[in-house]
């Protein structure tokens, strides 16, 4: 399922990897695309959205709007 999350405080291609290790963490075979510009990260995963989301707002980054997409 891809879940797509909209990320407030990323800054920087830090911000990116930190964001992309939170969630490596929790789920080591995800695939996450960040877009720093916008703020949108994209997460192929089968974990629950909840759970990546935490992982998110534990690695120090604001969710402030989470879409749960269809399996491809
Ligand atoms: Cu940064």
Redesign the pocket.
Known sequence: MTIEFQVEG???????A?VTNAIREHDETAQVQVDLASGRVAVESAQPADALKAAIDEAGYTVTRVTSGSAR
């Open positions: 990323m800054s920087c291609q830090h911000c990116v930190a």
